[in-house]
């Protein structure tokens, strides 16, 4: 059976995502430039020429200027590296420095400053969004409740870094498949907001948004529905977060797909990718999700071909953007298989589940549902009686 749903929230604190080099965070340009200058007599500066300088290394230099500076534990210069290290996440390819420096400034910041210091903890949740990101799931967890515990006893259960904190967490629990921990998190995320803020503020909107996600994941899928229609409603009225309605759009796609109203959900998701294709180009990582969808729907309308058409496309997506064995590439790779069985390719469909066997058992363990599950429908297809 395919995992075909999958969604997408919007959290203001997320970690730096693969493949973004094209978008860094904000604050975090691109390049910098050096600029080179004349001064005339009279005291005026004439400009020459300007060299552009990647990101990376302009925040390399100034962490590099604050260590000179300031030392190598001054708050300022702590602030630095971590900024530096923000950056390279960005480039995947760096993602293992930026990992350690992560982990080096976490053991400073802890002698320095103390563990359950917010400038700690804020360092310490950039490793584990950085460890979701990579695929280390078991980790990202065991950082990620920690951080969470910790911001709840030094800012209150309520403060907006500790629901943060409480959203990546339920966010790496659905990655773990471990959904009933996931929405009780993301409700309870959702009612402090809601409390606090009020049904209509962008961060209660949001929440709504991932708590929608989460009971879909949890095959609540008329609940999804509710909540999600209520929320297009509420940013419909707003008449701004247009990325955000793109996403509960897309979301109300996935959730009508599993009630099984294809018709409607085809037209939704059709429509959703459009507009991201239209304004954030045809590979921009959130149009990867809905095509997943829309690839459940065809296959659900007996489409096996051009279901398989979308899959790959997909497939080869998240490899561009996560890498070959991330958990997210995994998930598509296994997609792609369930429909190749029932297109009649069993040969090719039982080498990627192979493929997904391996992954999972490495990320997850042998023992998992998912390796369980793999190892099964492998079985099943090298079994010529079958």
């Known amino acids: ?98 990992c350690e420096r992560l982990t080096e400034l976490v053991r400073v910041q802890s002698r320095v400053l103390g563990y359950a210091h917010e400038d700690t903890l804020t360092t310490a949740a950039d490793l584990a969004g950085l460890f979701k990101t990579m695929g280390e799931l078991g980790r990202a967890e065991e950082l990620g409740r920690n951080v969470w515990d910790n911001r709840a006893a030094l800012l209150g259960r309520d403060h907006p870094d500790t629901l943060r904190s409480a959203v990546h967490l339920a966010e790496v629990l659905e990655a773990l498949r471990r959904v009933p921990e996931a929405t009780a998190l993301r409700r309870d995320v959702l009612e402090r907001r809601r409390r606090a803020l009020g049904p209509d503020h962008p961060d209660t909107l949001s929440a709504a948004n991932g708590h929608a996600i989460s009971l879909i994941k949890a095959g609540r899928w008329e609940e999804a529905e509710r909540e999600l229609r209520d929320l297009i409603g509420r940013l419909e009225r707003r008449g701004e977060r247009e990325d955000e309605l793109l996403h509960a759009r897309a979301n109300l796609g996935a959730a009508l797909c599993r009630i099984g109203r294809l018709r409607e959900a085809q037209t939704v998701l059709r429509e959703v990718l459009a507009e991201y294709e239209r304004t954030k180009g045809r590979d921009h990582r959130d149009a990867l999700p809905v095509r997943n969808n829309l690839a459940a729907v065809l296959h659900a309308r007996g489409r096996c071909a051009a279901a398989v058409v979308v899959l790959r496309e997909v497939e080869a997506g998240t490899v561009r953007l996560y890498g070959d064995s991330h958990p997210e590439t995994l998930h598509a790779r296994e997609n792609l298989a369930n429909v190749l069985v029932d297109a009649g390719r069993r040969q090719e469909a039982a080498r990627l589940l192979g493929s997904c066997l391996d992954g999972y058992r490495r990320v997850f363990g042998p023992g998992h549902p998912l390796a369980r599950s793999a190892a099964e429908r492998l079985e099943q297809l090298r079994d010529p009686s079958a």
């Open 1 to 98: 059976m395919a995992r075909w749903w999958h969604g997408r929230s919007r959290n203001p604190d997320d970690p730096p995502e693969p493949g973004t080099e094209a978008e860094p965070e904000p604050g975090f340009p691109s390049t910098a430039e050096w600029v080179a200058t004349l001064t005339g007599p009279d005291g005026t500066e004439e400009e020459l020429f300007r060299l552009p300088i990647p990101a990376d290394q302009h925040f390399g230099m100034k962490a590099n200027a604050a260590l000179e500076r300031l030392g190598p534990d001054h708050p300022e210069t702590l602030a630095a590296f971590r900024d530096y290290a923000r950056v390279l996440a960005q480039v995947k390819e760096r993602r293992a420095e930026a």
